[in-house]
């Protein structure tokens, strides 16, 4: 959702899940197939409400982290960031609204556990900002991409394109090397702070999933094509996977 890495040939944890098979089932059909199923609609409701409003608290976060940003030329970038993000929020809420759900009403079940994962998570400093945007929020984007391979052909294309790389990830990585380089001090602290967002991004997916039985259900299975026991743990071991190619990338170890 917010600094993917398309452009840093650091491919995203769906990779393996979505490219080499064919779709079937509900993600061989169209939304208007799709939603004849009342519980596969709700599920999706929650999933683009879940996503919106991530985007709409992404915007916000990205806006005020600019006013830690050393430089005007960095405080332009991250108020370039926070553009991009609030217009993924759009395309998020004019498509609940297109599809009936009430875009408010349809984000509101998110909006403690998103808020209460980003006061855990608060950065301290310019560059643990950065560290968060870049590897915190790209977790969370990974699992979407894992779920956004199960979903009919529509949903998933709107959900792969708010996921899209903002063309920034190149940023952080030479802002982070760069303070790395001047002070190695600096790898130790980081590479802490990213273990911990690590654990706190993935206990916030699996809560957000968990707090939505229509969501869940469609996850394991009863809804769509869901995951088995054994997909979760590879799914996991994928977005692992990405996560620790994203720490070699800004110069930290996993």
């Known amino acids: 959702m917010r600094f993917m890495t398309t452009s840093d040939n650091i491919p995203d944890a769906s990779d393996t899940a979505d490219s080499s098979a064919e779709h079937t089932g509900v993600a061989a059909q169209d939304w208007a197939q799709a939603s004849a199923d009342p519980q596969y609609r709700a599920a999706v409701v929650d999933l683009l409400g879940a996503l919106a409003y991530g985007e709409l608290a992404a915007f916000e976060r990205l806006a005020e982290d600019a006013k830690l940003a050393p430089t005007l030329a960095?405080?332009?970038?991250?108020?370039?960031?926070?553009?991009?993000?609030?217009?993924?929020?759009?395309?998020?809420?004019?498509?609940?609204t297109e599809i009936g759900a009430e875009p408010t009403e349809a984000m509101e079940p998110f909006v403690a556990a998103l808020d209460g994962f980003h006061k855990q998570t608060a950065p301290s400093d310019w560059l643990e900002g950065l560290v968060k945007a870049y590897?915190?929020?790209?977790?969370?984007?990974?699992?979407?991409?894992?779920?956004?391979?199960?979903?009919?052909s529509d949903t998933r294309g709107l959900v792969l394109a708010v996921l899209d790389d903002t063309g920034h990830a190149s940023f952080a990585v030479e802002k982070v090397r760069a303070a790395i380089d001047a002070d190695p001090r600096v790898g130790g602290r980081l590479a802490l702070w990213a273990r911990r967002l690590m654990g706190e991004a993935l206990s916030q997916s699996q809560r957000v999933v968990a707090d939505r039985d229509a969501l869940s259900t469609m996850l394991v299975g009863g809804v769509a094509d869901g995951f088995d026991l054994a997909e979760v743990g590879r799914m996991f071991s994928r977005i692992t996977e990405a996560h620790t190619k994203r720490m070699a990338a800004l110069g930290l170890a996993a």
Request: hydrophobic letters at 40%; charged letters at 40%; proline letters at 0%.
């Open 74 to 96: 960095d405080k332009a970038e991250l108020a370039k960031m926070a553009s991009a993000e609030f217009h993924h929020y759009e395309k998020l809420r004019d498509r609940l």
């Open 135 to 152: 590897v915190g929020d790209s977790i969370a984007s990974d699992f979407y991409r894992e779920v956004a391979a199960r979903l009919d």
